[in-house]
């Protein structure tokens, strides 16, 4: 057929339509010479469907969305198990950048090389929830204090919250080192970097540094302003995170001019309530961070002790343990408890503690040598 301008389309190919082969025209091969082709994967042979005819971009996009979006890691490995093309597609970069905290809720009963691995290589691929993750159990659980350090600094220079927390939790501390490598203004900063993302342990912990003059000049109205406004972004996160879920929110929400009995005294059905518990609102706990639950189950199964004269942090959604002997607080009122951190203490002051603590005339270290008490500032926190 000849045109206009005495140009002629090429003749088509022959069609079989027995063997239901169709061979391409030469124009549509040199048309698409000009164009972006679209990527398959190598692996398309035989007699794909339509699935296997999707380009990889349309897949990996998806998986994208699948991984910011799950909730346990069974929602992502569920893919992985399915098929060569779609393991080599979930596991490419793009889609591992983008994995939800959830996705990284492994168990501490299951925890195996692979599973170090898939962490390491999501940390790899820039996932900052990967970084922390990873770091949180290579500084307390594997021991590993440099490399654990360094991926939670990773996530920290990232903007990640949680790891500027942990970092100034380490600062305060002198986890990993000596009682001499605590650096105060150090941990004071980074929390300040924290609570300016809106951790709202961050802003807790500010607080009470504000309050007690703690590495910071004090300031008792500034640090009190923080203490509100971590209580109402808790409740602000608790109010949206039950809508979301469609649950009601009026028993929480009422008050009462009596304190909210103890744990164990409590009606089954009334949940815990770490915040505005002395007014009488039953707001829930938070759900705590997937690598502090980690923490938490690796040393249950293993007797609740991480070693030989240390101790864990007391409030039930830490699960930090110390990493030399005296390095957590004491509660100064009974000696019982001990705490990483003050936004710990206050927290589980207001969850269980308030109800258990009991006033004793003097309190004995375990390890002291002659019986005497612990007396130093940097080793009692005092009950508030």
């Known amino acids: 057929m000849r045109t206009r301008r005495g140009l002629c389309y090429p003749r088509p190919a022959d069609v079989c339509v027995d063997k239901l082969l169709v061979k391409t025209q030469d124009f549509a091969r040199d048309y698409m010479g000009c164009r972006k082709r679209q990527r398959f994967s190598p692996e398309i042979a035989g007699n794909p469907d339509f699935f296997d005819l999707l380009p990889d971009d349309i897949v990996i996009s998806i998986f994208s969305k699948l991984s910011s979006t799950a909730r346990s890691p069974s929602d992502f490995i569920n893919v992985l198990i399915t098929c060569k093309r779609l393991k ?60 654990g350090a360094s991926l939670m600094a990773k996530a ?26 605590k650096d105060l203004r150090a941990g004071v900063a980074l929390c300040a970097r924290a609570a300016f993302l809106g951790h709202i342990d961050a802003l807790r912990e500010l607080g009470h540094c504000l309050q007690d003059g703690y590495g910071v000049r004090q300031n008792i109205a500034e640090g009190r302003r923080f203490l509100v406004q971590a209580n109402a972004r808790e ?57 502090s639950r980690f923490l938490a189950e690796w040393y249950e199964g ?14 039930v959604g830490c ?66």
Request: glycine share 8%.
């Open 88 to 147: 080599s597609l979930a596991l490419s970069s793009v889609v591992l950048s983008k994995a939800s905290p959830k996705m990284f809720a492994i168990k501490a009963i299951n925890w195996s090389e692979s599973a170090h691995r898939f962490l390491k290589t999501c940390s790899d691929a820039g996932n900052v929830e990967a970084c922390y993750t990873l770091g949180m159990i290579r500084f307390y659980c594997l021991q590993n204090r440099g490399s």
């Open 235 to 291: 409740l602000a996160a608790v109010l949206s995170s039950a809508t979301a879920s469609n649950e009601t929110t009026h028993a929480w929400l009422t008050w009462s001019p009596h304190p909210i009995p103890p744990a164990s005294q409590r009606h089954p059905a009334m949940p815990g309530c770490p915040l505005l518990s002395d007014f009488g609102c039953n707001v829930p706990a938070p759900e705590a961070h997937p690598a």
């Open 319 to 384: 699960g930090r343990p110390e990493t030399r002997k005296h390095e957590f607080r004491r509660c100064s009122v009974c000696g019982a408890v001990n705490y990483c951190s003050r936004a710990c203490q206050a927290l589980d002051w207001k969850l269980r503690h308030k109800a258990e603590c009991a006033a004793v005339e003097q309190w004995l270290d375990e390890e002291a040598d002659g019986g005497h008490a612990v007396a130093g500032n940097d080793d009692v926190i005092a009950g508030s």
């Open 156 to 181: 920290a220079i990232n903007s990640h919250a949680p790891a500027l927390y942990s970092l100034a939790v380490i600062q305060f501390n002198g986890s990993g080192g000596s009682k001499n490598d």
């Open 302 to 315: 293993r007797g609740g002790i991480p070693g030989p004269g240390l101790r864990l942090c007391s409030h």
